[in-house]
């Protein structure tokens, strides 16, 4: 488990100030895989007393840009935020509830998949988004049924 100085230690690397707000996203991020923005600043307020919205909103956009924390926004559903960043694994994502867990790259390295054409592109990533029903949602009994 990252402690604060960890934290602290992973701004400067990526040469950004020091700032408590910083480093209260920084831990949200790391305790919340693929929270969306709101459950973010409610974690952050837990923790950390008053930050505003808009700080919440600009320390993510800092430390996405800055690589330390990945933005994913699979289709129709809000932006989420994690910190395993710089692996390319891909996400899936439950059609009912939208909870999302991690799945590892299928080969171990970017970019897993080859394009049938590339279009003379060098390609570096590749972004799958696998669809299903969790096991919760899977299991769950169809009210017509009961
Ligand atoms: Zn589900
Ligand atoms: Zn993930």
Request: hydrophobic share 40%; glycine share 8%; net charge negative.
């Amino acid at each position: 488990m990252p402690t604060t100085s960890d934290f602290e230690r992973m701004l400067r690397g990526v040469s950004l100030r020091v700032t408590r707000p910083r480093v209260a996203v920084l831990s949200a991020v790391h305790d919340h895989p693929h929270a969306d923005t709101d459950s973010i600043i409610g974690a952050v307020r837990t923790g950390f007393g008053g930050v505003s919205h808009q700080a919440v909103y600009d320390v993510l956009r800092a430390l996405t840009t800055a690589g330390l924390v990945r933005r994913i926004e699979p289709p129709g559903s809000v932006a989420r935020y994690e910190a395993r960043v710089g692996d390319n694994h891909h996400h899936v994502v439950c059609r009912s509830c939208s909870a999302i867990a991690d799945v590892d790259c299928t080969v171990g390295m970017k970019p897993c998949l080859t394009a049938s054409d590339d279009h003379g592109f060098a390609i570096d990533e590749a972004e799958v988004v696998y669809w299903g029903l969790c096991p919760a949602c899977s299991t769950a009994v169809p009210e017509h049924t009961v």
